[in-house]
C-alpha cells in the first residue's frame, strides 16, 4: 500500500470515527481532495470520502462536487462509474445539487463507451425515484440545449422508454411536464425521428385523448409540413417528411378535428408533382403512400369553398391510370393496370366529388370518356379477379403474399365505386373500407369479448342463418402501421426550420461533450 493511499484511508478512519462531530474535522476533508490526483485506488477512495461526508461540509460542497466531475473526465471507465454512482449518493443528502447532477449525468449517455451510458442510466433512474418531475424537467431542458438530433434522439429515447412508458399511468404532474416540454421541442428545429418520438409519445396521452389535445397537435404537425408553402418533392427529404408528418397526424382527423387543408395540400400541391416523385429513389413507393394517406385524409374532410378546384386535380390523376379503351380491345392485352393506386384515387375523388355533383355532368363529353374508362377499367378487374378466383396463388414472398392477400377486397372496392359513378347522373353513396385498412376491421371483429361485456344469444331464423350487424368501416388511425423511411438519400434525418428556410440550421448552441463546460 503506497504512502498516499495510506494516509487516505487515516483520513477515512477519522472521519468515520468522529461521528456527529465530524464537522469539526474538515481539514482531513479538504486534504482527501488529494487523492483525486492519485492513483485508482486512491482516486475511488477519495471519491468515496468525498461522497459519504460531503453534507457535513456545506462550505465545501463546490469544491467537492467539482472534485468528482474531474473523475467524471477519467481516462479509465471504471473511475468514470464509479464517480457517478457517488454523485447519486450525494443527492440523497444534498436534494439541491440534484438538477445539476442530472445534467452531468444527461451528458455522460452521449460517450461513446456502452459501460458509461449503462451506468449514467441507472443513476439517472436512481434520481428518478428521488424527484421525478425534476429530473424529468431536466433532462428536457437538457435536450434543447444539444445541437446534434442523435444525441436529442438519445435522451427523449430514454425518458420515453425508461422514465414514462407508459404515460397514460404516469401521475397527472408528469404527464403534464411530458406534455409541456413536448409541445416546446415540435416548436424548435427537430428532426423527423424526434418529430416519431415526440408525437407516438404525446398520442397516448390523456391531452390527445380531447379534441382540443387532438387539435393542437395537428397543428403542430401543420406547421412542420408547411403546408403554406410550395413542394417541390426534389428538395432533399421533403416527400418523406410529408409521409412521416400525415402517417401521425391521421389518428387524430375527426369529425371535430377536419382534414380539410391537408387534403387541399395533397390536391393543389403534391399532385400537380406526381412526375417529379416518380423520378426520386423508390418514387412508387412514395405515390402509394401519398394515395392511400390522401383517400384516408378524405374521410374527415370539411367544405371546400371552391370543391372543384382540389377535384380535378385527383381527376386528372384517375385519367392517367383510367386508360381509355382502344378500338377493339381486347381483355387479354389489357395494359399494366395499377389497381392499389385507382382504388386511393377513386375512393378521393367519390368523398370530394359530392361537393360538387355537376363536376362530371356539366361536360357530356368529359362525362361519355369518363364512363367509357370506367367500363375499360371495369374489365379489367373482372379478368384479374378470373384469375385470383381460377387457382390458389402460392410461393409468392411477404411483399406479395400481403398484395394478394388484400387483392380480392381492392377489386371489389373498385368495383362498388365504379358502379355508384357509373349510375345516370353519377351517385356518392356506396360506403367501402380501403383494402389496406380492411386487415384492422377483421382484428377488430376478432377480439375477444372482455369479461364486462354481456354475452346475447344470437337472433336466427328458420334458415339457420344468423343476424349479423354491419360494422363501421374502421376509423383512418386505428392501429395504423407506422411509416418506415427509406435509408440512403430520403432518410428520416430531414432538419425542419421554423425560421423560413428549409434545412439544416445552427441551433446556436455548442454540442456538449466530456469538458469542463457542465460544470456551468
Known sequence: ?????????????????????????????????????????????????????????????????????????????????????????????????????????????????????????WCLLQLWKQDSANVLRTMYNHIRSLSSAAARVKCLQFIHLKFIKPIESQPTEIENIVVEESKKLLQDDISSEEIVLIISCLKNSKYAKTAAGQQELLDFISEIMELDRD???????????????????????????????????????????????????????????????????????????????????????IKLYMPTPPENADVYKMPNLEFSFVECLLFAFHRLARQCPDFLTHDPQILKDFRARLVYFSRGVQGCNKVLNSKPITGLDSVNASKAKIAPS????????????????????????????????????????????????????????TGTKQTRPARSGDNVKLYTPPSGKFSNNFQYDRGGSRGNRSRGRGSRGRGRNWRN
Not at 493511499?5 to 468515520?16: A, G, R, V
Open 231 to 317: 413542394f417541390d418533392p426534389l428538395e432533399d427529404c421533403i416527400v418523406d417528411r410529408v409521409i412521416i408528418c400525415t402517417t401521425h397526424a391521421l389518428p387524430f382527423f375527426s369529425a371535430k378535428n377536419e382534414s380539410t387543408k391537408f387534403v387541399a395540400y395533397y390536391c393543389d400541391q403534391i399532385l400537380p408533382q406526381w412526375d417529379k416523385i416518380a423520378t426520386l429513389e423508390q418514387g412508387e413507393l412514395f405515390q402509394l403512400h401519398l394515395l392511400r394517406h390522401l383517400a384516408e385524409l378524405s374521410i374527415y374532410c370539411g367544405k371546400f369553398e371552391n370543391p372543384s378546384l382540389h377535384v380535378v386535380q385527383i381527376f386528372d390523376k
Open 1 to 121: 500500500m503506497s504512502d498516499n493511499l495510506e494516509k487516505l484511508y487515516e483520513k477515512y478512519n477519522i472521519l468515520s470515527d468522529a461521528k456527529d462531530k465530524v464537522s469539526q474535522h474538515s481539514s482531513e476533508y479538504v486534504e482527501s481532495f488529494e487523492g483525486i490526483k492519485g492513483t485508482e485506488s486512491e482516486k475511488m477512495l477519495a471519491a468515496q470520502i468525498l461522497s459519504k461526508f460531503f453534507k457535513h461540509f456545506p462550505s465545501l460542497q463546490d469544491k467537492a462536487l467539482n472534485a468528482l466531475l474531474d473523475l467524471c473526465e477519467d481516462e479509465e471507465s471504471k473511475i468514470r462509474a464509479c464517480a457517478m454512482r457517488y454523485l447519486v449518493s450525494i443527492c440523497k443528502d444534498v436534494k439541491e445539487h440534484l438538477t445539476k447532477v442530472t445534467d452531468i449525468l444527461a451528458q455522460m449517455m452521449q460517450l461513446e463507451e456502452q459501460r458509461d451510458f449503462t451506468t449514467a442510466s
Open 410 to 465: 381492392l377489386l371489389n372496392n373498385i368495383n362498388v365505386l365504379i358502379k355508384d359513378l357509373f349510375y345516370q347522373p353519377p351517385m356518392y353513396k356506396c360506403n367501402v373500407t380501403l383494402s389496406f385498412k380492411q386487415e384492422v376491421v377483421e382484428k377488430e371483429l376478432r377480439k375477444p369479448a372482455t369479461s364486462g361485456q354481456k354475452r346475447h344469444v344470437p337472433i336466427t331464423f328458420d334458415n339457420g342463418s
